[in-house]
C-alpha cells in the first residue's frame, strides 16, 4: 500500500498541474481526485480542505524557491544575476496571473506567505549576490542593503497582475524587463534567460 507521504506528493503534484492550467479558481477535490487519478476518500483523510493543500504546496514550492535562488547567489557574473532574476521573475509573474484570476478570498493564508517571501527573503537572497559580486554594481558608494530592496522590489512591480494588459507578450516583457534591470547596474543592455511560457513542461517546484 502506499504511504502518505507519496499521496500528498501526488496530490500536490496534480494541484500544482492544475494551477498552471488556469484551473486556480476552480480547484476542488473532486477536480484534482481526477486529475491525480486518485479517491475522493484519500484527498479527505489527508486535507480539511483546499485552502489547506494551498498552503502546504506553498510551503513546498517556496521551500524549493527559496533553496534554489540561495545557490544562484553563491555565483559570480552577469549571467549569474540573469538567471537568479529571470528565476525569481517567472515564478512571481505566474503567482500575479492567480492572483488575478482567483476571488479575493481564495487562498488568502498562502498570498500571506508569497508576500511575506517577496517582501523578506527577496531582498535578503539579492542581498547576498550583491555581496559576491560587488563589480557588478555601478557605485562603491551603493549601499547594498537599499540596491537588494530596490531590486527585489522592482521584481514585485515587473509582475503585478494589472500591468498585463500593457505588456501581453512574453517577449515584449522580456525586452522591457531587461532595459530596466540594465539601467539599474548601469549597463547599455542586459540579456535574461529565456523565460519559460506555461505551455512547457513543469514539475512542482
Known sequence: MESTPHFKEH?????????????????????????ANLTLETISSLYEDID????????????????????????RGLEALSNLLTHDLKFFYDLEMDRKIVGSSQYSESFRLFDEYMDKTLPHIYFQFLEHNPNLIPSDETDLFYYSQFIAHSILFFNRANLAPLISKIEDRKQITEQIIASLFGRPHFTLSKFQTQDEQHQLP
Do not use: N, W, Y
Request: charged residues 20%.
Open 11 to 35: 496530490i500536490l503534484q496534480a494541484t500544482f498541474e492544475l494551477i498552471l492550467m488556469g484551473k486556480a479558481p476552480l480547484l476542488s477535490f473532486d477536480l484534482i481526485a481526477e486529475h
Open 52 to 75: 489547506a493543500i494551498s498552503l502546504e504546496l506553498t510551503i513546498v514550492s517556496l521551500a524549493r524557491h527559496k533553496e534554489e535562488s540561495l545557490a544562484l547567489s553563491q555565483q
